[in-house]
């Protein structure tokens, strides 16, 4: 068998990475959210105060962040520049500012060689909006997984809710997250697109259990 890549890509909440969490450790390969590495940027951002249209500011924290990983009880944990921000990363603010921090160029210019340096390191499952057309364009697996908007707002806000993390009634989070989807599809660097070699994956009527089977059923036909 050897290590491969897999990319896993779609729109907010269709459950990517509790997915691509599952997956990487059925075949022991590495997990890399980029959806946290973009947040980790908009947290910094925020944290610094500076205006969302402040491009060039924003690009030089990007290009200075150092963005980590590390093995959390439940779930991996996310530093920035040694700050824990595990859970300030999923706040409003955050969700709110993000996509407009991910359409600037040299951020993703710098998330892109980060997120290639950790696949560099052995098999990987990598989820995100632009992982097979853009990061690992060589991916031997590529999946596109979408649900729709009631669905994904609904299984956030039950998430949220388990979480302790406030975020609005299902209507407001359903809104949010429509427009978020609406910015990183139209935005012209990388947009949320399905890459013209990926599986599409409509997981609206399936269960956790019934997606990851079907993405390890399909890996397990490339190794
Ligand atoms: O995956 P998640 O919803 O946490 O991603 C947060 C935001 O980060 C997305 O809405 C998008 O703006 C940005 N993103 C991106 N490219 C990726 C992953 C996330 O632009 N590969």
Same mark, same amino acid.
């Given at each position: 068998s050897k290590d491969i890549q897999v990319a896993i890509d779609g729109p907010a909440s269709a459950g990517k990475s509790t997915v691509a969490k599952r997956v990487a450790k059925r075949f022991k390969y590495i997990y890399c959210d980029t959806g946290a590495m973009y947040r980790a940027i908009a947290w910094l951002a925020l944290d610094h105060h500076l205006a969302m249209d402040d491009t060039a500011a924003i690009s030089q924290l990007a290009q200075q962040a150092e963005i980590e990983f590390k093995p959390g009880e439940e779930e991996q944990r996310v530093f920035v520049n040694g700050t824990e921000v595990t859970k300030a990363i999923r706040g409003n603010a955050v969700s709110k500012n993000v996509s407009a921090v991910a359409a600037i160029p040299a951020v993703r210019t710098e998330m892109t060689r980060q997120q290639r340096a950790i696949a560099d390191k052995g098999g990987i499952v990598m989820d995100g909006r632009d992982i097979g057309t853009t990061v690992l364009p060589h991916a031997q697996v590529k999946i596109f997984l979408v649900a729709s908007a009631h669905e994904r707002a609904r299984r956030r806000y039950e998430e949220n809710k388990e979480k302790g993390i406030h975020t609005g009634t299902l209507a407001e989070l359903q809104a949010a997250i429509e427009l978020r989807d609406q910015k990183d599809s139209t935005r012209?660097?990388?947009? $949320?697109v399905q890459a013209a070699d990926a599986i599409k994956l409509d997981s609206?009527? $399936?269960t956790i259990d019934q997606v990851v089977d079907q993405i390890s059923a399909i890996i397990t036909k490339k190794i």
């Amino acid at each position: 068998s050897k290590d491969i890549q897999v990319a896993i890509d779609g729109p907010a909440s269709a459950g990517k990475s509790t997915v691509a969490k599952r997956v990487a450790k059925r075949f022991k390969y590495i997990y890399c959210d980029t959806g946290a590495m973009y947040r980790a940027i908009a947290w910094l951002a925020l944290d610094h105060h500076l205006a969302m249209d402040d491009t060039a500011a924003i690009s030089q924290l990007a290009q200075q962040a150092e963005i980590e990983f590390k093995p959390g009880e439940e779930e991996q944990r996310v530093f920035v520049n040694g700050t824990e921000v595990t859970k300030a990363i999923r706040g409003n603010a955050v969700s709110k500012n993000v996509s407009a921090v991910a359409a600037i160029p040299a951020v993703r210019t710098e998330m892109t060689r980060q997120q290639r340096a950790i696949a560099d390191k052995g098999g990987i499952v990598m989820d995100g909006r632009d992982i097979g057309t853009t990061v690992l364009p060589h991916a031997q697996v590529k999946i596109f997984l979408v649900a729709s908007a009631h669905e994904r707002a609904r299984r956030r806000y039950e998430e949220n809710k388990e979480k302790g993390i406030h975020t609005g009634t299902l209507a407001e989070l359903q809104a949010a997250i429509e427009l978020r989807d609406q910015k990183d599809s139209t935005r012209k660097v990388s947009p $949320l697109v399905q890459a013209a070699d990926a599986i599409k994956l409509d997981s609206t009527h $399936l269960t956790i259990d019934q997606v990851v089977d079907q993405i390890s059923a399909i890996i397990t036909k490339k190794i």
